[in-house]
């Protein structure tokens, strides 16, 4: 117990010093402090000040060796520790030093447990690969390790990606996209889906392949519509193709759509079913672009003259109803419930509904 005691008080001597020497700015003391209390002290207390270290070396006039040689101790300590071999190989790469970087992941790698903790370190050491122009051959065979063991690795892949489309690698470039987007596809990862079908179906367009940029567009969608790939794949159909399948894309579009792009889109798709004779498909669109878009004056003109030519006047009361209470003139929403009242009284049989409308309209002008 005393031999206990006597070691807590070394410990917070040598914990003391360390921090008396930063303070008073001499790191290079500090760090002989901090590596001497590394054989006793606890990991917490250690790694805090540790902490402190590599802040005021990374200062102006700071000494990153300094840092790096003490994460060096503390890494020979503990080489699974990640609060050691990550912030050194970050001053390795601020050094330039990256055989320092090479030599923690030929040390460590095996002896770290979890996979993302492999690959942070692997990804760490690529980016310091890359950044020089004779070893990027090595960065490429490091990121494919990382993409081997987690295959949706973000950074990875956008870290290989980027450097082989710099380097004009159009087939690897596309082997990596098309390993991407099956591999989300395989998943069934929506997030992942979308991004990486743009990307490869992008890249497959400029490669002069738009069939099999269309291929992907659509596989994707079969995943969940989103607007982008939708117009991905309406921006890559010809004059010739067909027009019921542009026009059921659009629609499928209009139903991700708000707001006034929503407004215009259902009155050009109205125009496109009209051509195709699909009365259906008119009331159809301009009801979804009315619900998103009830400001549209066209749109509430198109369904009042769809619902009189079809004889629907249920519908055209309610589009009048619907009208009035999206309508801020008081005027302008007294006129719309006088109609649809007309509408109920003559068209629809039902005084009463007509009455009830016409005393909503008398609340805004009694007179």
């Given at each position: 117990?005393?031999?206990?005691?006597?070691?807590?008080?070394?410990?917070?001597?040598?914990?003391?010093?360390?921090?008396?020497?930063?303070?008073?700015?001499?790191?290079?003391?500090?760090?002989?402090?901090?590596?001497?209390?590394?054989?006793?002290?606890?990991?917490?207390?250690?790694?805090?000040?540790?902490?402190?270290?590599?802040?005021?070396?990374?200062?102006?006039?700071?000494?990153?060796?300094?840092?790096?040689?003490?994460?060096?101790?503390?890494?020979?300590?503990?080489?699974?520790?990640?609060?050691a071999w990550e912030p050194?190989?970050?001053?390795?790469?601020?050094?330039?030093?990256?055989?320092?970087?090479?030599?923690?992941?030929?040390?460590?790698?095996?002896?770290?447990?979890?996979?993302?903790?492999?690959?942070?370190?692997?990804?760490?050491?690529?980016?310091?690969?890359?950044?020089?122009?004779?070893?990027?051959?090595?960065?490429?065979?490091?990121?494919?390790?990382?993409?081997?063991?987690?295959?949706?690795?973000?950074?990875?892949?956008?870290?290989?990606?980027?450097?082989?489309?710099?380097?004009?690698?159009?087939?690897?470039?596309?082997?990596?996209?098309?390993?991407?987007?099956?591999?989300?596809?395989?998943?069934?990862?929506?997030?992942?889906?979308?991004?990486?079908?743009?990307?490869?179906?992008?890249?497959?367009?400029?490669?002069?392949?738009?069939?099999?940029?269309?291929?992907?567009?659509?596989?994707?969608?079969?995943?969940?519509?989103?607007?982008?790939?939708?117009?991905?794949?309406?921006?890559?159909?010809?004059?010739?193709?067909?027009?019921?399948?542009?026009?059921?894309?659009?629609?499928?579009?209009?139903?991700?759509?708000?707001?006034?792009?929503?407004?215009?889109?259902?009155?050009?798709?109205?125009?496109?079913?009209?051509?195709?004779?699909?009365?259906?498909?008119?009331?159809?669109?301009?009801?979804?672009?009315?619900?998103?878009?009830?400001?549209?004056?066209?749109?509430?003109?198109?369904?009042?003259?769809?619902?009189?030519?079809?004889?629907?006047?249920?519908?055209?009361?309610?589009?009048?109803?619907?009208?009035?209470?999206?309508?801020?003139?008081?005027?302008?929403?007294?006129?719309?419930?006088?109609?649809?009242?007309?509408?109920?009284?003559?068209?629809?049989?039902?005084?009463?509904s007509a009455a009830a409308?016409?005393?909503?309209?008398?609340?805004?002008?009694?007179?």
């Amino acid at each position: 117990t005393q031999s206990r005691g006597l070691g807590d008080v070394y410990k917070r001597q040598l914990l003391g010093l360390a921090n008396m020497r930063m303070d008073t700015g001499d790191l290079a003391d500090a760090v002989n402090w901090l590596s001497e209390a590394v054989g006793v002290a606890q990991d917490a207390e250690v790694f805090t000040l540790s902490r402190r270290v590599a802040e005021l070396a990374a200062a102006p006039g700071g000494d990153l060796t300094l840092a790096a040689k003490l994460y060096e101790r503390l890494l020979e300590r503990d080489p699974t520790e990640r609060e050691a071999w990550e912030p050194l190989a970050e001053l390795y790469g601020k050094l330039g030093d990256i055989e320092g970087q090479e030599r923690i992941v030929g040390e460590t790698l095996d002896c770290i447990q979890y996979p993302q903790d492999r690959n942070a370190l692997r990804v760490m050491l690529a980016r310091a690969l890359l950044n020089v122009s004779e070893r990027a051959e090595d960065a490429v065979f490091v990121l494919n390790d990382v993409i081997a063991e987690d295959p949706v690795h973000e950074q990875a892949q956008s870290l290989l990606a980027d450097f082989l489309e710099r380097n004009d690698r159009t087939e690897e470039l596309l082997e990596l996209l098309r390993r991407q987007f099956d591999v989300a596809i395989e998943r069934g990862d929506q997030p992942a889906i979308k991004p990486a079908a743009l990307r490869l179906g992008s890249r497959l367009s400029s490669d002069d392949q738009p069939d099999e940029a269309l291929r992907v567009f659509r596989s994707a969608l079969d995943h969940g519509d989103d607007a982008d790939l939708l117009r991905a794949v309406l921006a890559r159909l010809d004059d010739e193709h067909d027009p019921g399948d542009r026009a059921a894309l659009l629609e499928r579009l209009l139903t991700v759509e708000q707001g006034e792009t929503a407004g215009q889109l259902a009155l050009d798709l109205a125009e496109l079913y009209q051509s195709l004779g699909d009365e259906d498909g008119v009331l159809r669109v301009l009801k979804l672009g009315y619900e998103r878009d009830p400001a549209n004056g066209s749109l509430r003109d198109g369904l009042e003259r769809s619902y009189r030519e079809r004889g629907d006047f249920s519908g055209l009361a309610r589009t009048l109803i619907d009208a009035a209470e999206h309508q801020e003139d008081p005027a302008g929403k007294i006129a719309l419930l006088r109609e649809a009242a007309a509408v109920h009284r003559d068209q629809l049989s039902d005084p009463a509904s007509a009455a009830a409308l016409l005393r909503q309209a008398s609340t805004l002008d009694p007179d």
